[in-house]
């Protein structure tokens, strides 16, 4: 079972309504491995505060629209 | 799976086959002659060299095969160094274990075959590590 972290995301959304962005795209923008997209879309890794701004970025929105972090 | 996983896995394979056909050698030699008579380090150096190569000529084929050659990344780099620091405490516990054998005398066979032991095993504990975190992701707060 993957590991979940405490920091959720919308970044498979954002990509979807970006044209449907495919990971590879967003990786290589990202400077990151689709691998690492993957893992953050499925919640496995949370990315650092450079690659979150980046992906912001990408979508063109801010920060927290992409990223929640929910208090345990 | 990233060059980085893919090379883990190479390692991990590698070390198992050829530190695993080493002691079956050693082992197949002891029918015959004491174990800490053996005249190992003929062996223990042709070992080492053909496990550097086959790690070298594995990465080369499959970088051919896959045409895949990514980087690392922040990931990759998270995963290592989580990694190496599991392994750096089996490998640190283990020299304990040599340390011991030096001070007790024992014969150089044993203090050798100790320390190759424990740099196997620190190894094959920092590849399973990095394996099982790739698949699951990295502890929470690291």
Redesign the interface.
Known sequence: MARKTRVTNSVKALRFNADQMTQADLAAKCDVTRQTIIAIEQGRFTPSLETAFKIARTFNVPLDEVFEYHEV | ??SE?RSTWIVAAATVLIYGWYAIKILGDAATTPLSKIDYQDLLIVMVVVFVALIVVSHILLAVVTRQV?GS????RKIDRFGEYIGGYVLGTGLLVVLVLAMAETEHFWIAHAALGVLVLAELVTDATKIILYR?????GS
Do not use: S
């Open positions: 799976m990233t996983e990514d990344d922040e990931r990759d699951t992701g990295l502890p929470l």
